[in-house]
């Protein structure tokens, strides 16, 4: 039996102005009809230019150097543009990382659906229409008629995935490339399109390469793993055994990076004297227009205490609040409600003296955005001393204290890598010794080695200082390692707030229960 | 920045408005030394003379050589069209970083007051101002520099709005820093790029605008050897004796366009991904 895939000792240059750079590297993969091979690696590993490679979409400056590609019988490398267009989609289908921007904007789904159809099936446009409805039934999307004549920007993230992915399958191709899926998407988003894939790929009986950074989920997708690093494949396994027996030291890093929420990082009590407490704290965007109302609140009501030296999780899908709760307790964004520190009510962000501001600091999302690009990272760091009354010369210590050289104080942002760069955020916000460190889904962009890592910093800082933490989050099992005590919010209310020992009691809000269902079980 | 350099030399348009600008800048600073005459140094013999060996750009209608009064002149035109254009887009670049950076009521004060003086077309500002502040160069740079800043601080505040909302100013505001420490120093080194870009393209409106106004008589004046007066003084003699119109004509419209190649460039290797 011809396998559907074979990529045999493939290898590919990216050539830049500092010369060639290796990104792919003896690459053997081969996936048989009907098997879905998982490919797990790191930001940089190559995965994506392999499905880049296989689509025949390569950057100019791509070079391939070695190997062969094919597809069934066919030698992809050697297609003109025109049999290309008849392989791609037709025979080899591809699902994109992120929804929002892999639909045009300017036409409706239905036209984008049936395009595609009628290409690749031969069919008229009636016929097409009436398949895209039976299509778009059957990803278990409500209405498909009405969904056919709407725009992208009318469906939320979560049922754009599901029109892709309803495209990929339609046009019935042999193999379906998935480019982190899921990874643009909620938690329970996420869950249940893994569970959408899992029903299609067993009526269909489609190949797939699952292309993911996170491992946990493979063992629920995939039938085979490779795990891959710097271009090169390091361990190939049935995805039952590499979490189980692992043989390459870097599988076995990445399965101890995963995080487990019965492993608990944490084992002090914090104090009982309340250092934070936000009481019916609304968030508010906008302003009333002169034609218009003031948009609602993007929470409603919600409290929160820390005390001292805690770490509370704050947990929930995009959307739910959790980030503008850091805007208001920073106050970046308006809010009414209370906020009690340290004995002192503040109603708005006007209340807010250098003292709160110095004890209250915030590291962000993205280090890319977070750091200026046009200062380098001892001007980065010496602000805040500046700002707060510290010395200067104290740079090289704070490196130190996030495990950096000292000699980074004289490089550039863009010179260092994105864990790097969150460790100088995190430096930043300890340059002002503060008593409460709100974390806004800092290891959300980061790899799980990285992000085990930047953990381990946080609780040695921890350590160190006494500082709490507010630790916004999606991911589940990661904040059960490290909270005390969790809150979950929904729609901008909070629906549960809870220790993290009475996470498995029964009386937890059905949504909290449906968020831990939703994280990937870790294996093993 | 040599890094730059190379990009921007790498594509014959880019080399081409370099050398251009390098001549510029050598004539500019040397200009008067290498002139065989001296600028204002009439010949009555030689009045309306055509371009040959005695004067290589002909003479004008007193005797006076061409192309030493070009050389000379190019410090009276080039250096007063920068200043200008640095002027104004200062300007125009802090107004609209705090524009942008302030937001809500002050940003719509700020920025219809600016449409408002935007609606008046550039050389009618500078011909308003010109008029009220008096003739002269040093006022037809103030002039130029204010009918400039307008557009510039539309420029720049559309590219201030997404700096605005990276989390590196949010730090700054959430640690309590001042505006003024926002604004010059987190805010407008990110929007240097657009500015430089759009600052090299506008000198060569301001070496029009300026020649312009010079030729309506209220920028340079007689007998300055300004370029835009010498067209100027050439326009009744054009049948007579071309050259003497065409010489700073061509002179005006050739750094006009070497600043231009250069702005375009400037674009192109700025900008990464534009990696061919």
Known sequence: ?524 | MTELLVRMIRKPQGAIGIMLLAVLAAICILGPWVAPYGPEKMDFLGRFRAPGWQNWLGADQFGRDVLSRLLTGARATVPMALAATLAGSAMGAVLGVASAYLGGKADEFIMRTNDAVMAIPGLLMALLLVSTLGNGAGNAVVAIAIAFAPGMARVTRSVALGVRNQDFVKAAVARGEGAAQIVFREMLPNVMGPIVIEATIRVSFAVMLFATLSFLGLGAQPPASEWGLMVADARQYMHRAPWILIAPSAAIALSAIAFNLVGDALRDALNPRDDR
């Not at chain 1, 399958?169 to 042999?174: E, K, Q, T």
């Open chain 1, 1 to 524: 039996m011809i396998p559907a895939l074979t990529i045999t000792n493939y290898g590919l240059d990216y050539v830049t102005a500092a010369g060639a750079v290796a990104v792919l590297r003896e690459v053997s993969l081969e996936i048989a009809p009907g098997e879905v091979l998982g490919l797990v690696g790191e930001s940089g590993s190559g995965k994506s230019s392999l499905a880049w490679a296989l689509m025949r979409h390569l950057p100019a400056n791509a070079r391939e150097i070695s190997g062969s590609l094919r597809l069934g019988d066919i030698d992809l490398q050697t297609l003109g543009p025109k049999r290309l267009t008849e392989v791609r989609g037709r025979r080899i289908g591809m699902v994109f990382q992120d929804p929002s921007t892999a639909l045009n904007p300017t036409l409706t789904i239905g036209r984008q659906i049936t395009e595609a159809l009628m290409r690749h099936r031969e069919v008229n446009a009636r016929d097409a229409n009436a398949l895209a409805i039976e299509l778009l039934g059957h990803v278990e999307l409500r209405d498909p008629a009405a969904i056919l004549r709407r725009y992208p920007h009318e469906i939320s993230g979560g049922e754009k995935q599901r029109v892709i992915i309803a495209t990929a399958f339609g046009c019935r191709p042999d193999v379906i490339l998935f480019d982190e899926p899921t990874t643009a998407l909620d938690v329970i988003t996420g869950a249940r399109i893994i569970e959408l894939f899992a029903r299609l790929r067993a009526e269909t009986g489609v190949a797939a390469l699952y292309i993911s950074h996170d491992l946990a989920m493979m063992t629920s997708v995939a039938d085979r793993v490779a795990v891959i690093r710097h271009g090169r494949v390091v361990e190939q396994a049935k995805a039952s055994e590499i979490f189980r027996k692992p043989q390459h030291d870097y599988t076995k890093s990445l399965i101890a990076a995963v995080p487990r929420p019965e492993r608990r990082l944490v084992h002090d009590t914090p104090g009982s004297a309340l250092l934070l407490e936000a009481k019916g704290i609304d968030v508010h965007y906008g302003r009333a227009g002169l034609f218009r109302a003031a948009p609602p609140p993007a929470t409603k009501a919600v409290d929160v205490d820390i005390r001292a030296g805690e770490i509370v999780g704050l947990v929930g899908e995009s959307g739910s609040g959790k980030s503008s709760m850091a805007r208001a307790l920073t106050g970046l964004a308006r809010f009414s409600g209370d906020i009690r520190f340290d004995g002192r009510t503040l109603r708005g962000a006007g209340d807010m003296n250098p003292a709160y501001r110095r004890d209250v600091q915030i590291v962000f999302q993205h280090p890319d955005s977070s750091l200026n690009p046009r200062h380098r990272i001892g001007e980065i760091l010496s602000r805040p001393l500046k700002l707060y009354g510290g010395d200067t010369a104290s740079v090289p210590r704070l490196l130190e204290q996030v495990r950096l050289p000292a000699s980074y104080a004289t490089r550039w942002p863009h010179q260092l890598s994105g864990g790097e760069k969150q460790r100088v955020a995190i430096a930043r916000a300890f340059a002002a010794r503060p008593r409460l460190v709100i974390c806004d889904e800092i290891t959300a962009p980061l790899d799980v080695s990285v992000q085990a890592q930047i953990i381990e910093l946080l609780l040695a800082l921890r350590a160190e200082t006494g500082a709490a933490y507010l630790f916004i989050t999606h991911d589940l099992n990661l904040i059960r390692q490290i909270a005390h005590r969790i809150v979950v919010m929904r729609h901008g209310q909070l629906v549960d707030s809870r220790a993290v020992d009475a996470f498995g009691a029964d009386d937890v809000h059905p949504y909290t229960r449906e968020l831990m269902a939703a994280s990937p079980a870790p294996v093993g």
